[in-house]
């Protein structure tokens, strides 16, 4: 079975400071990697993914996302924190072998910037 | 209009009352889902349905009844809920032959009373 852990419910950053958004994965095949945002009152927004290739993935609003195999990880990073980024966010997993399109989701994250 | 469309946003039903969630997608798209967002809670995957046949029932209980009547279209019928059914159901799509994101709609605040 697959499983997408996020360690932390809040995380807190001051404006302008990197953030970063752990992921952690379980899959018995190989794994394709998703990080959505949601605000509040709103659906899933898509930020970024890996399906294959190098390992550093660029996204939406200056996201990128670090693909670590050996540490079945998928940490969400930003070199530089806005307020407006405060919001909810999600990391997702497909398990390429089961053939399934639905995605495994995380709890999910918090993430406040203080100004 | 574009995307995948969710109504009503919000709804207040009583446990005895029936009453349906609708999703649209306007992306061309062959597989629609139905999850639900409990608050402190991974999103619980309900439904899955490609080309309109069902292809996953996650064990949802039988007071939630989905229709797909073709590949734009998703409902979720609603009867005899509980209150612990009260959630954010969210519906999204994507396509089938390609292994790619999914796309979501705004979301159907329940609220049973």
């Known amino acids: 079975a697959q499983s997408v852990a996020q360690p932390e419910d809040q995380v807190n950053v001051a404006e302008g400071n990197p953030l970063t958004v752990k992921c952690t994965y379980s899959?018995?095949?190989?794994?394709?990697l998703f990080w959505y945002v949601q605000y509040p009152n709103r659906g899933l927004q898509f930020l970024l993914k890996?399906?294959?290739?190098?390992?550093l993935v660029k996204g939406s609003y200056g996201f990128e996302a670090e693909f670590n195999k050996s540490q079945t990880s998928f940490h969400l990073k930003k070199p530089s924190a806005l307020v407006s980024d405060s919001a909810l966010y999600f990391c997702?997993?497909?398990?390429?072998?089961?053939?399934?399109?639905?995605?495994?989701f995380g709890s999910g994250t918090r993430l406040q910037v203080q100004p | 209009e574009t995307g995948v469309t969710q109504t009503p946003r919000h709804l207040v039903m009583g446990m005895t009352n029936k009453k349906s969630l609708k999703c649209e997608q306007h992306?061309?798209?062959?597989?629609m889902y139905w999850y639900k967002q409990s608050a402190k809670k991974p999103l619980e995957l309900m439904f899955v349905y490609n080309f309109k046949e069902q292809t996953e029932n996650n064990s949802v209980p039988s007071r939630f009844s989905p229709e797909c009547p073709n590949s734009s279209h998703l409902f979720l019928h609603l009867h005899t809920l509980q209150p612990e059914d009260s959630a954010l159901y969210l519906c999204?799509?994507?396509?089938?032959?390609?292994?790619?994101?999914?796309?979501f709609g705004e979301g159907s605040r329940l609220t049973v009373l």
């Open positions: 992306l061309g798209h062959n597989a």
């Open positions: 890996y399906i294959t290739g190098d390992n």
């Open positions: 899959v018995s095949g190989n794994p394709y």
């Open positions: 997702a997993v497909r398990d390429i072998g089961t053939g399934r399109r639905a995605l495994t």
């Open positions: 999204a799509s994507s396509l089938v032959q390609v292994n790619g994101e999914l796309f």
